[in-house]
């Protein structure tokens, strides 16, 4: 919010000073602030390797590695990379190359458009060079002026000369100053890891619901930690990285911490980015009974009362069987709600968005097992889960998380079985999103991703979960008991554990009360015989 | 002419009634957790009802010692004599206006049904109710106290029953004080330590 106004703000001092010390070139006349406290020890204005003109980002990058010599191989090791992670409990190999999910579906024939949120230049098909050095992209994580954008289609390239795109649509997507950008590296922060997992789902907020653009800047009611005007968190406060390699996964989450705070000097190898890896396991220092709920319910169970609390909804149920639709004249349609939010559009079907939602709650013990391309689905009424979550109230391992999930209704092949990978994105004859054909959308896409398909399409209905753990409320803000001590318990659904209240027993207050009833009949049968009697006497 | 004896001291009245406060204002409290109605809300109704609970165990402490150090326990020892003609009176003979059957002293202020109503009181219920409030509220410590494979849910179920019992009884005990020679002879004397016998 501040930034623009402040570039607007530079803009208009800058006209002024051109007005009145006549013409000068812009660029020089701008006088860049010194920032008022300096977190580095080296200003990249100053390396005369970065005062030149670059073409494009893999010419950034050499000269990034000039000195950073071993930071492209650190790289090459990650998630962020390679997207692709082997999960040494269930020993399926999954990462954005390999899942199926119910948002956009799959990457497979689409890198061209996917590929923008990754951390490197040029990931067009199935062929990218993993080992290339000077194709990671050191500044979608190290921009700090903003301005670094990759559009979706250049294949993770940023534009640097204005272009036409797509050719012929007469929209002109600006070219950035590599240069500029490239002199202005520092530390990441909310909205370079934002740019792309705020925007998860293809959209601000659609996929997470815990993660949107609202963290950018957040209030503390939104962010106790991250609140910008207190704390200040970003994300790598949490997620420390280690040789560029970012600690957390949602393929391999930690659902239970039993490690204590970390402390510098003690060994351990456990999550970072976990609420105990500071807080410790007996945060609450007034209330020893909060500290025995800790044992079952995860943190952010009660810390976390609704997430998009940001004003901005996140997606909740997409529905790709009532794509394809198109008005009178051949076009493609677009349907928003009152909020100007898209509820239909031709090329992706109906969503149903929300802010503020409750939660649902799961036992979840951290393992979660995802149903690949090369697994076999059965259409019935039981939604088919994209990742299962593992846990119950007896495994010792489990504790009762805050979910999102995502109910999605995706293409399916009826007669082998599997989910399968359309090709959505592209400016081609086959991509769905531009001609709203399945038969060569999910033909094109599953020889893409080298999976057999029948010819035949069905739709089936999936549901993916996400466990909710940022949009940490302040205290105060945290959960009443009587959220889960109650008949309408958030809980609900949590079988293995007695909660008072939730699970009152209706035959012992059925007894209990007719006692009690039994009892005043008897006393008032009693009382009025006796002043009955008493008359008589 | 009434005669007039001294039957509950100072200490035994305050204890007494103070008692009487502290359980109406658990079972209002009690209820309230338990989701019947909402007065204070689950949160509050907990904290305050815990707050009554220390408050009644350390009147208990002193009434202990009391009853110990001025040997009233012994008016709780439980007596056959006389209870079938109390049940009699309760059930006939109030209402034919006939006399109590039970002449009361100093040395034996309870009828021989009241002895054994407020021994099973103490006996049973009240236990029933402190073992099972004492566990729940020490849910936490538990496995540092190695109680282990207690379900919850016993403890739980065990402190409602002894809350419905203590309600009935509760009632019957209020309306029993009607059952004096005179309506109000029982809760005078509970207040200012003087029965009037016939």
Redesign the interface.
């Known amino acids: 919010m501040k930034q623009p106004f402040i570039r607007i703000a530079l803009l208009a001092c800058c006209a002024g000073w051109l007005v009145a010390n006549g013409p000068a070139l812009a660029d020089d006349a701008a006088p860049e602030p010194k920032p008022l406290k300096l977190t580095t020890t080296a200003d990249h204005t100053k390396f005369k390797e970065l005062q030149k003109q670059f073409n494009s980002g893999p010419e950034v990058t050499k000269a990034c590695l000039a000195c950073h010599t071993e930071a492209a191989g650190q790289i090459h090791r990650t998630k962020h990379w390679k997207w692709e992670y082997l999960n040494p409990d269930t020993k399926q190999t999954l990462g954005k190359k390999t899942v199926v999910n119910n948002f956009c579906i799959s990457i497979a024939s689409n890198y061209a458009s996917c590929t923008s949120c990754h951390v490197g230049y040029g990931w067009k098909d199935a062929n990218f060079d993993f080992k290339s050095e000077e194709n990671v992209d050191c500044l979608a994580c190290h921009d700090t002026s903003g301005n670094y954008k990759k559009p979706p289609g250049f294949a993770g390239n940023p534009v640097v000369k204005d272009t036409e795109f797509p050719p012929g649509s007469g929209k002109i997507i600006k070219g950035i100053d590599l240069s500029k950008i490239a002199q202005k590296v520092g530390k990441t922060s909310r909205d370079t890891c934002g740019a792309c997992h705020f925007n998860g789902g293809g959209g601000d907020g659609v996929k997470h619901g815990d993660m949107d653009s609202s963290l950018a800047a957040p209030t503390k009611e939104l962010d106790v930690h991250m609140d910008a005007e207190g704390l200040d968190f970003t994300c790598g406060t949490c997620h420390t990285s280690s040789s560029h390699d970012v600690a957390g996964s949602r393929y391999a989450p930690t659902a239970q911490d039993k490690q204590g705070a970390r402390i510098r000097g003690k060994a351990d190898k456990g999550n970072p980015a976990t609420c105990v890896a500071c807080h410790g396991n007996g945060p609450h220092k007034k209330e020893?009974?909060l500290?025995?709920h800790a044992t079952k319910i995860a943190c952010q169970t009660c810390h976390i009362p609704t997430y998009a609390r940001g004003g901005i909804p996140t997606k909740m149920v997409w529905d790709w069987s009532t794509a394809g639709k198109r008005d009178a004249e051949g076009k493609q349609i677009t349907k928003k709600d009152a909020k100007g939010h898209i509820i239909y559009e031709s090329r992706k079907g109906d969503f149903t968005l929300a802010e503020n939602v409750k939660p649902e709650y799961v036992w979840f013990n951290g393992q979660v097992t995802y149903t690949l391309i090369t697994d076999k689905v059965e259409k019935s009424e039981q939604r088919t889960p994209i990742n299962k979550l593992g846990g119950s109230p007896t495994d010792g391992k489990s504790m009762i998380w805050p979910m999102k999930i995502f109910r999605g209704t995706q293409p399916y092949d009826p007669v082998n079985k599997t989910l399968v990978t359309p090709h959505t994105a592209g400016n081609d004859d086959t991509g769905y999103w531009k001609n709203l054909d399945w038969d060569k959308a999910i033909t094109v896409g599953m020889k893409d991703s080298g999976h057999p398909f029948s010819g035949k399409i069905d739709f089936i209905k999936t549901e993916m979960s996400w466990p909710i753990t940022h949009m940490v409320a302040p205290k105060e803000k945290a959960l009443?008991?009587?959220e889960c001590?109650?008949?309408q318990s958030r809980l609900a659904g949590i079988q293995g554990i007695?909660i008072?209240?939730r699970?009152?027993?209706k035959l012992?207050?059925t007894?209990?009360?007719s006692?009690?009833f039994l009892?005043?009949l008897?006393?008032f049968v009693?009382?009025a015989?006796?002043v009955v009697?008493?008359r008589k006497? | 002419m009434a005669e007039r004896i001294y039957v509950f001291k100072r200490f035994e009245r305050f204890w007494h009634w103070s008692q009487a406060g502290l359980i109406m204002f658990l079972m209002l409290t009690a209820f309230d957790i338990h989701g019947t109605y909402t007065i204070f809300g689950f949160e509050k109704a907990v904290a305050y009802h815990t707050i009554a609970a220390w408050s009644l165990i350390g009147l208990w402490v002193f009434a202990i010692f009391w009853h110990f150090t001025t040997g009233e326990w012994k008016q709780y020892i439980p007596t056959t004599e006389k209870v079938l003609a109390m049940v009699h009176y309760y059930s006939v003979g109030i209402f034919r206006n006939e006399p109590h059957p039970f002449k009361l002293t100093q040395l034996r202020k309870h009828n021989p049904l009241q002895r054994l109503a407020y021994l099973g009181i103490m006996l049973f219920v009240g236990p029933l109710i402190w073992v099972t409030g004492v566990l729940y509220l020490f849910y936490s410590d538990w496995a540092r106290l190695g109680i282990t494979g207690l379900p919850l849910e016993w403890v739980a179920t065990g402190h409602i029953v002894g809350a419905f019992m203590m309600l009935a009884f509760l009632i019957a005990h209020v309306y029993l004080t009607t059952a004096g020679h005179t309506p109000m002879a029982h809760i005078k004397a509970m207040i200012t330590g003087w029965e009037e016998v016939e």
Do not use: E, F
Request: with cysteine; proline share 3%; net charge positive.
């Open positions: 020893a009974r500290n025995q009443g008991c009587v001590h109650s008949k007695y008072p209240v699970d009152n027993n012992l207050d007894i209990g009360w006692i009690v009892t005043m008897g006393v009693h009382g015989i006796r009697s008493s006497h």
